[in-house]
T-cell receptor
Framework: DQQVKQNSPSLSVQEGRISILNCDYTNSMFDYFLWYKKYPAEGPTFLISISSIKDKNEDGRFTVFLNKSAKHLSLHIVPSQPGDSAVYFCAATEAGGTSYGKLTFGQGTILTVHP | DTGVSQNPRHKITKRGQNVTFRCDPISEHNRLYWYRQTLGQGPEFLTYFQNEAQLEKSRLLSDRFSAERPKGSFSTLEIQRTEQGDSAMYLC?????????????FGPGTRLTVL
């Protein structure tokens, strides 16, 4: 049962353009969402997060949008840079109870930014 | 280096052997998590500790798997009687209590290959 899904295994974008990575979830108990970036031979690195009480969170070139009714979130990277090329994971958790901090990850999307 | 460290980085073993991995979290991080990642998938939660107490275990963690965090600092993950299906990347992460839910700092992982 895949509770967090990233349906696009890969995405290719030209440098300077916008990258949009998508994520869907099924568990309505999830109320905190995160994006992690992973380079080869390294562990995932936290990028940006959003609470379910918001619909948008922005940090520099990175913006995460949350649509609770559709159980969908997206990560926008503007402008995209070659150094952004990595695997991006969407993750979700319940911000309370014993499941606090237990992350459920999507399968990941490989982003390639071409110069 | 004040990040999360994991040892060994790579482990090759024969089916049926026991293996043990170590994770050293960021100093003063109360929470420590273990995840497993297989090819083409995102990390899957295995277990987590708050200080020395193991608070949650996934059903993925069969009785061949055991994790400890004896003094609330480093942690070990042992797999007994390894099977080929145990081949994966084992990731450790840590976080302090009180940060944004789920913002975890990951180590580089231990890649296990069971022959």
């Amino acid at each position: 049962d895949q509770q967090v899904k990233q349906n696009s295994p890969s995405l290719s974008v030209q440098e300077g353009r916008i990258s949009i990575l998508n994520c869907d979830y099924t568990n309505s108990m999830f109320d905190y969402f995160l994006w992690y970036k992973k380079y080869p031979a390294e562990g995932p690195t936290f990028l940006i997060s959003i609470s379910s009480i918001k619909d948008k969170n922005e940090d520099g070139r990175f913006t995460v949008f949350l649509n609770k009714s559709a159980k969908h979130l997206s990560l926008h990277i503007v402008p995209s840079q070659p150094g952004d090329s990595a695997v991006y994971f969407c993750a979700a958790t319940e911000a309370g109870g014993t499941s606090y901090g237990k992350l459920t990850f999507g399968q990941g999307t490989i982003l390639t930014v071409h110069p | 280096d004040t990040g999360v460290s994991q040892n060994p980085r790579h482990k090759i073993t024969k089916r049926g052997q026991n293996v043990t991995f170590r994770c050293d979290p960021i100093s003063e991080h109360n929470r420590l998590y273990w995840y497993r990642q297989t090819l083409g998938q995102g990390p899957e939660f295995l277990t987590y500790f708050q200080n020395e107490a193991q608070l949650e275990k996934s059903r993925l963690l069969s009785d061949r798997f055991s994790a400890e965090r004896p003094k609330g600092s480093f942690s070990t993950l042992e797999i007994q009687r390894t099977e080929q299906g145990d081949s994966a990347m084992y990731l450790c992460a840590s976080s302090p209590i009180g940060t944004g839910a789920g913002e975890q700092f990951f180590g580089p992982g231990t890649r296990l290959t069971v022959l």
